[in-house]
């Protein structure tokens, strides 16, 4: 069986790997780390396919210690005693490199085996992992190690791979089938920052070229492979949390085209849910009282969107999003809940005051009986200025008029009834 593409194209040192100059250019922090020899325990964090495992490789390869491999996802307590076995033996003489890809699949158990020999320095620690390593990966090696985070490649980044590795193929599959410079572009763009993924795409558009007989790596091949291409996203992982944030963030900074784009992603992804929950949150968050009616609004699209389902949901969804986007914003309503929960969480509540209380008879015994509720109705303007909030309170105030065409309506009101009492 052959090996993959992505294998079979990657680099051996590190002037070779594409992308991540934030990391590995002339002296930036990690290069100068690797080259310097002095390896400690590392965390590459990052998406898939941007050089995390190339980079550990290579570190691995020239750290002169006995270099052991684990995967996470299939590696056993078992396996990792069996590492642990031979510290100390010749052939670890120099310690060991473990190379732990996954990380984030070993339990809290299994890290903590690691955990004493490499408070030790008997194993150095590279570990690679898709998701936040604060969530995941055991505090204690977090804090003994150095955390690095990969970011998704650019199409610049990938369109020289692409190059290398047609070239590659050509020569191993002894033909001359050529890859022109756009052809490369739509590959890079179409591969959301995934190196692994523009090569497999690569590999498959090579060999359906080869198949016809082509000279040339047709439009028509390079559509297939991009029509059944979707993009990278995962629900559970940093990638989701980055998107449904990126899109209620665009709607609250009034860019819908913004808004849009990220909808678009969600939606392409089928994640009808987080497009909804996250639009009538704003709605109400960032929204708010500047224009109240929108809430209704946005739940009817809501609603709309979810009896249709996808892919019709997208134009109701689109239309709310175009409407929030657009909106006055106002988060008055969220601050002054935030201060009231704050008071009430800190113990600053207080009785209720007696005129507000379910009371409507004490009882002959009573020393102070009556109730005395004013019923705001029996008045002008059905207002009348009594206690509301509890004694230790009756002065605070949560709750400031925003300055939008809306809320300056209400204060305009609420100021006139006051005076006229």
């Known amino acids: 069986m052959k090996t993959p593409l992505a294998d079979r194209v990657r680099p051996t040192d590190i002037s070779q790997v594409s992308g991540q100059r934030d990391l590995l250019g002339e002296g ?9 020899g002095e390896i400690p325990n590392l965390i590459f964090y990052g998406p898939s396919g941007v050089g995390k495992t190339t980079v550990a490789k290579i570190i691995a390869e020239k750290a002169g210690k006995k270099l052991c491999y684990l995967n996470a996802t299939t590696a056993s307590t078992g396996d990792i005693k069996e590492i642990v076995g031979e ?14 890809d996954e990380i984030q699949y070993f339990n809290k158990k299994q890290q903590q085996i690691l955990l004493s020999y490499i408070e030790n320095g008997d194993i150095t620690l ?39 590795a047609a070239k590659l193929v050509n020569r191993e599959e002894n033909t001359d089938i050529q890859i022109p410079e756009e052809t490369a572009k739509k590959i890079a763009r179409a591969s959301s920052g995934d190196v692994r993924r523009a090569l497999n795409m690569l590999e498959l558009g090579l060999m359906l070229a080869k198949s016809n007989n082509e000279e040339n790596l047709s ?8 029509s059944g ?23 609250r900074g009034s860019d819908a085209d913004a808004a849009l784009h990220y909808l678009a992603r969600l939606l392409a992804a089928g994640d009808l849910p987080s497009a ?9 968050e960032d929204v708010g009282l500047a224009y109240p009616q929108i809430i209704p609004i946005v739940k009817s699209a809501v609603d709309i969107a979810n009896a249709v389902g996808l892919p019709e949901a997208r134009i109701p969804l689109a239309d709310a999003v175009i409407l929030v986007a657009n909106a006055p914003k106002s988060n ?19 009785s209720v005051p ?14 102070n009986n009556g109730q005395n509720y004013k019923y705001p109705h029996n008045y002008k303007n059905n207002y009348v200025k009594q206690q509301y909030l509890p004694d230790i309170l009756k002065d605070k105030k949560y709750y400031n008029f925003g300055n939008n065409k809306s809320e300056q309506a209400f204060k305009a009101y609420i100021e006139k009834i006051k005076s006229d009492t």
Do not use: W
């Open 229 to 251: 291409n979707s993009i990278r996203y995962d629900r559970e992982g940093d990638e989701h949390y980055d998107i449904v944030s990126a899109y209620q963030k665009s709607m």
């Open 28 to 36: 930036k922090i990690l290069r100068r780390i690797i080259d310097s």
């Open 126 to 164: 590279i570990a690679s992992t898709t998701e936040n390593p604060f969530f995941y990966i055991y505090n204690a090696i977090l804090s003994r190690s150095s955390v690095f985070e990969f970011k998704a490649l650019t199409p610049d980044d990938i369109v020289p791979v692409i190059i290398r």
């Open 219 to 226: 439009d028509d091949i390079l559509e297939q492979i991009l």
């Open 276 to 284: 909804c929950r996250r639009l009538m949150v704003c709605a109400c």
């Open 332 to 350: 008055s309503g969220e601050m002054a809940i935030d201060a009231a929960m704050a008071d009430v969480l800190a113990g600053n509540i207080g």
């Open 354 to 367: 007696r005129q507000l209380q379910n009371k409507h008879f004490d009882g002959a015994e009573s020393d």
């Open 87 to 100: 510290i100390g033996t010749i052939d670890a003489s120099n310690g060991i490199l473990l190379y732990l």
